[in-house]
Structure formats: structure tokens, C-alpha cells
């Protein structure tokens, strides 16, 4: 299979990464030289361009906090956030929800739905991803702490974590 950069829109040709304007530049060369040999170069550039015809280009802007940004680097583990971002959509793309491989997720066949309660403080809810009770739970908006004492079903039948 062909190694294609979309980004890019070049081809991997004999080791080189060329566009479909520098193959055909080739192509020409060699055709104007007598050199007949260019059936790699010719079908390398209809891969391209049959791939390139096949993609959309998203325009984004993404504004993230400075900690998520940093994570996003550590979880690409590279400095191009570009690839950072690619390995995260592709991530979210074919796993939709990778929390189910975190062991946090209930078991396969459970309800997908997380139990939640409501914190006692800003009234925020707080999905909880264990079945281990009692547990601590912490309030993502407001930080308040409280403890999940018996197994909380579905959001209208809660237990209120208590503020410490
Ligand atoms: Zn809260």
C-alpha cells in the first residue's frame, strides 16, 4: 500500500515524498529525455490524486487550556500537535469510547450510561465510573468532595455526595 501524507498531498516514491506537480515535473523529464520508464511514477501520481480527491480538509481553530494542550503533546507523544490531533481524532474516530478500556467503565453488557449524582454544592453532576462504594467523588466544576455511599442507579434516584 501506498504511504500517502493527506496533509501534504504527497506520495512516498522510491523513499522520496513527492507532490502530484513534482511527479509530473518527472514524468515530463523523463519522457522529454527518451526515458520510457516512468509507469511507477505515473501510477504513484493517480494514487495521489485518486486519495486526495477522496479527503476533506477541516478548518479548525481550537482553543484549549494550557494543561489540556500539554496533554494532548504527552499523548501524541510528539511535538507536532498537528499529528497530536490527527492520533486523537483517529483515536475518537475508530474507539469511540476508549474509557471502556480503562477498567474505570463498567463490564461489557452494562448499562453504558454512568450513574451520576449531583453535587451538594453547585448542584453539578458527577458521573461516576466505579462500582466501588463507599467512594469519594470529586465535583469536576467546583472541586467539593463528597462520598457515594450505595450504589446511585440512574440520575433522578441519587445519593448526595455530603461536602466535607
Ligand atoms: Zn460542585
Known amino acids: 500500500m501506498s504511504e500517502i501524507n493527506l496533509d501534504d498531498g504527497t506520495i ?10 513534482q511527479i509530473s515535473e518527472q ?18 501520481l493517480e494514487t495521489l490524486k485518486t486519495a486526495m480527491e477522496d479527503t476533506r480538509t477541516l478548518e ?13 503533546l504527552a499523548a501524541g ?12 481524532v ?22 453504558r450510561k454512568h450513574p451520576s449524582v449531583r453535587c451538594a454544592r453547585c448542584g453539578c453532576r458527577i458521573e461516576i465510573t466505579s462500582t466501588r462504594r463507599p467512594l469519594e467523588v470529586e465535583c469536576p466544576e467546583c ?5 457515594v455511599k450505595a450504589a446511585a442507579k440512574t440520575e433522578s ?3 448526595e455526595p455530603s461536602a466535607d
Request: aromatic content about 4%; charged content about 30%; proline content about 6%.
Open 157 to 159: 434516584r441519587q445519593d
Open 60 to 72: 479548525i481553530k481550537l482553543v484549549l487550556p494550557e494543561k489540556d494542550y500539554e496533554k494532548l
Open 143 to 147: 472541586g467539593t468532595t463528597g462520598v
Open 90 to 111: 483517529e483515536a475518537f474516530i475508530r474507539d469511540p469510547e476508549p474509557a471502556a478500556k480503562t477498567g474505570m467503565a463498567p463490564a461489557p453488557g452494562a448499562s
Open 12 to 21: 512516498k516514491v522510491d523513499g522520496e515524498w513527492l507532490s502530484a506537480e
Open 77 to 88: 507523544g510528539t511535538q507536532d500537535e498537528r499529528q497530536c490531533i490527527r492520533k486523537a
Open 27 to 44: 514524468i515530463q523529464e523523463k519522457m522529454q529525455s527518451g526515458d520510457m520508464k516512468f509507469s511507477a511514477l505515473a501510477s504513484a
